[in-house]
């Protein structure tokens, strides 16, 4: 899961940095930001974003929500990356 607004670097170009490396360009990359410009979700999905989500403003929404991504994207058997 990943920011756009962070504080230092921005999430965009963390993006651009997963998806321009060698074996992390493979890490699934769901975007969830306080943000719904149409133009924020363009660039994300355009950087190489898997899924973009908005942040909900109530804690427990949130939490269903990142629920919600965790069962989607990391419930399951699992390769073995070794």
């Not at 890490?27 to 133009?39: D, K, M």
């Not at 898997?50 to 069962?71: C, F, G, H």
């Amino acid at each position: 899961m990943l920011d756009l607004k962070m504080p230092v670097v921005s999430g965009f170009d963390v993006l651009k940095w997963i998806r321009s490396d060698g074996i992390a360009r493979l890490i699934p990359v769901v975007v969830l930001s306080s943000s719904a410009l149409t133009e924020d979700v363009n660039r994300a999905y355009s950087l190489g974003a898997n899924a973009y989500m908005v942040k909900p403003a109530d804690a427990v929404a949130l939490e269903r929500l990142i629920q919600t991504i965790s069962d989607f994207w990391f419930v399951g058997e699992k390769p073995d990356l070794r």
